[in-house]
């Protein structure tokens, strides 16, 4: 069974950064495409990026520049680096993984 189990969120100021992190489970992790998505209040689930399992990305045209997506495969860990956080970059985050296969999401607030 596949679990997935995101940490890192919480509350910044515009402009600050946070590192999420996600650790998986029961998946043999170094197959798969791995990414985040998120979904702010009231609106649609949405694509932040993703990483192949050789370590290419693929981001949002929202957060490219801002936003870092690595991965360990030992670890079985993706992690999503978000800098120049935003306001409207409030949302829920959720660790994906192809499938689909969704992790229980981690609230991110950027507020002063």
């Known amino acids: 069974q596949v679990q997935l189990v995101e940490s890192g969120g919480g509350l910044v100021q515009p402009g600050g950064s946070l590192r999420l992190s996600c650790a998986a489970s029961g998946t043999i992790f170094s197959l798969y495409v791995m990414g985040w998505y998120r979904q702010a209040p009231g609106k649609q689930r949405e694509l932040v990026g993703t990483?192949?399992?050789?370590?290419?990305?693929n981001y949002a045209d929202s957060v490219k520049g801002r936003f870092t997506i690595s991965r360990d495969n030992a670890k079985k860990m993706v992690y999503l680096q978000m800098n120049s956080l935003k306001p409207e970059d409030t949302a829920v985050y959720y660790c994906?993984?192809?499938?689909?296969?969704w992790g229980q999401g981690t609230q991110v607030t950027v507020s002063s």
């Open positions: 990483i192949t399992s050789g370590g290419m990305t």
């Open positions: 994906y993984r192809q499938g689909p296969y």
